[in-house]
């Protein structure tokens, strides 16, 4: 089975709405972002050279992440395909990525600039599963304790401030959104309006992947 492509600015909602693309396909998720942060809480060599980067709000060079999704390409788990989140990032990824993996559709949650820095600003997520949330968006129902594991960690990213937004932001609109483009010429870009309720994102998703 191939894969799913989850694509859009930071704060546009990939990582809330690849539970409901997981729930429905049962494909596992691979995001690049998570396993850096990983690497990073684990003091790893790869940690160590993502860091400033993430910091910075900028993307991480191509060859480390092409070397990531690589490795993580070969585990037992990806075989009948993942749902990408955070990744590609570059046409250069996108290229690498093309020698590694099929694409079914690329679902692109797109949202307008003036609505990521309020969205980043308030979330934060369940330590114990990774489940998202928002203050005032998408609260937990108890204050900090999580919906999905009933876990009492709550954490928020070191890069989700507003100066750093910003920058990220710069990367998307410079190295990542040209990708849209490329992957509409190729036939299987799927635009979703994801400045809606994050259930209307969902089914929009759903009914246009053919779930
Ligand atoms: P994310 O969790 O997807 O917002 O990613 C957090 C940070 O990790 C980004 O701001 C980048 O510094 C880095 N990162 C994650 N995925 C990629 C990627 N595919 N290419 C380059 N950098 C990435």
Redesign the pocket.
């Known amino acids: 089975m191939a894969s799913i492509v989850l694509f859009g600015p ?2 546009a909602g ?2 809330t709405q690849a539970v409901a693309i997981m729930r429905k396909t049962g494909l596992p998720q691979v ?7 990983a690497a990073l809480a684990a003091g790893s060599a790869l940690g160590l050279e ?1 860091k400033s ?10 060859s ?2 092409i070397g990531l ?1 690589d490795e993580r390409m070969q585990q037992e788990d990806a075989k009948n395909g993942v749902l990408f ?6 046409i250069a ?1 996108a290229e690498a990525l093309e020698n590694i993996e099929e694409i079914k559709v690329v679902v692109s949650i797109e949202v307008p600039d003036e609505r990521i820095v309020e969205r980043i600003c308030g979330r934060y997520s369940c330590s114990d599963c990774g489940a998202v949330y928002h203050e005032k968006f998408n609260p937990t129902s108890v204050p900090d304790v999580c919906d999905s594991c009933a876990g009492r960690q709550m954490n928020r ?1 070191a ?1 989700d401030n507003e100066d ?1 937004v910003r ?2 932001l710069q ?1 998307y609109h410079n ?2 959104a040209p990708l849209a483009e490329w992957y509409s010429n190729k036939g299987i870009l799927l635009r979703v309006n994801g400045d809606q309720q994050i259930e209307d994102v969902a089914s929009e998703i759903i009914s246009g992947i053919g779930g």
Do not use: C, H
């Not at 980067?53 to 191509?62: I, N, Q, T």
């Not at 989140?85 to 570059?90: A, K, L, V």
């Open positions: 930071p704060g990939k990582g995001s690049t972002g998570d396993m850096l942060r993502a980067y993430m910091e910075a709000g900028a993307l991480v060079p191509d480390v992440i999704i989140d955070g990744f590609p990032r570059t990824q990213r890069d750093t920058s990220r990367a190295q990542t």
